[in-house]
């Protein structure tokens, strides 16, 4: 097929999401050694400047491949053979941290919710009094094929007050919403530039607290020398050092832009057209007699909207007929969520009210 592949017209895709004109600009540029200190500079800016997006005031890290890379990495970075992992399930993300956190742990306890509800903080509450040997837990924030979104902040307080982890999934929230490493009380916090910054799939953006770093230097079961050394990126950017391998210097690029982006649009603007956007796909969707998907619509995620597939139509139906009919390409669901629902993804450069308003539309005359 030639290049590039046909686009439709409206990707509201749940990631890869459409890039922005600027980013799709800065992936032509020249592609330069890793080791001309021109690049390295540039990477250690790019590096601040994620650090200023996340808030943080210690410098993150980016690993060479797709956020399920920094996952797993975070999971062998800081899960030991002597921790007990508190898994918290409301969606297929979550469930699917299980298997990491089992293979690096001592054991791993879980409370699971069903796919259309979110985690009480109250019961990590009691999860802790119930076993104060808990020493780590994960959260997927925004479970993307459900549309949910969970209360990280109080979930990360009480964590924090017990004195354990807290290794966070916000691939599919930050950038679009209010949601940063330590606000949320995360050791690790990963995200990715291929859902709300509007950029490509292939790096995990990642910070990690100065505690985080601590136990993942004494941890000797940390990978070391591995492509799933978080440890390796530590410094990375440090202009003179080296990377632990060759850097995806275009995604590099790429990043940089989706960067300047957010900053220049700024961050609070961002979130209210992310905000403003799914709420309008919210009340449409309701107004069509149309049911969401989270059981409560105050748990629906700013950045996706998963609905109940009407019926008449299996999912597959309807999303072909928004793809064929209006142009406009939604997502399906993933594992228990597939083929209940369909996803409507406010992330980046998606996350427009005119985009939520032809998709209602287009839904409206399509149930007609
Ligand atoms: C997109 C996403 C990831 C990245 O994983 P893929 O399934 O490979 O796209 C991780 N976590 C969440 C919550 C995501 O939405």
Not at 88 to 110: D, H, N, Q
Not at 168 to 194: C, E, K, L, N, W
Not at 224 to 229: A, P
Request: aromatic letters at 8%; charged letters at 20%.
């Amino acid at each position: 097929m030639p290049l590039p592949l046909s686009v439709p017209p409206l990707m509201l895709t749940t990631g890869p999401v459409p890039i922005y004109p600027e980013v799709l600009k800065a992936l032509g540029a020249p592609v330069l050694y890793d080791y001309h200190p021109t690049f390295q500079e540039f990477y250690a800016g790019v590096i601040e400047k994620l650090r200023v997006a996340f808030r943080t005031d210690i410098a993150p890290v980016i690993m060479q491949g797709e956020a399920i890379l920094g996952i797993e990495a975070a999971a062998a970075a800081l899960i030991s053979s002597n921790d007990v992992v508190l898994n918290l399930v409301s969606g297929v993300y979550g469930k699917g941290f299980e298997g990491w956190a089992a293979r690096y742990g001592k054991e791993v306890i879980e409370i699971a919710v069903p796919f259309d509800e979110i985690i009480d903080p109250e019961a990590v509450r009691d999860a802790f009094r119930k076993r104060p040997d808990i020493t780590v837990v994960s959260l997927c924030h925004h479970d993307t094929p459900s549309g949910t979104l969970n209360p990280l902040n109080e979930i990360g307080a009480i964590v924090a007050e017990y004195g354990a982890y807290l290794i966070v999934d916000a691939v599919s929230s930050f950038g679009g919403m209010d949601v940063h490493p330590q606000t949320a009380h995360a050791d690790i916090f990963i995200t990715s530039p291929s859902k709300c910054l509007g950029s490509t799939p292939g790096l995990s953006l990642i910070s990690v607290s100065k505690r985080g770093w601590e136990k993942i230097e004494r941890n000797d079961d940390a990978p070391r020398g591995s492509f799933l050394s978080l440890a390796a990126w530590k410094d990375a950017s440090i202009p003179g050092r080296t990377f632990p391998v060759t850097p995806s210097i275009a995604e590099i690029y790429a990043l940089d832009a989706a960067l300047d982006r957010y900053a220049q649009e700024g961050s609070e603007n961002v979130w209210a057209r992310h905000a403003e956007t799914a709420t309008i796909a919210r009340k449409g969707l309701l107004k069509l007699d149309i049911a969401l998907w989270p059981k409560q619509e105050a748990w629906c995620a700013p950045t996706a909207t998963a609905f109940k597939i009407p019926s008449g139509f299996t999912d597959v139906e309807l999303r072909d007929r928004l793809l064929n009919e209006d142009g406009i390409l939604l997502s399906l669901g993933r594992a228990d969520t597939a083929g209940k629902v369909l996803r409507i993804a406010h992330m980046g450069a998606s996350a427009q009210p005119e985009f939520a308003r032809k998709t209602v539309a287009a839904l409206s005359s399509i149930l007609s």
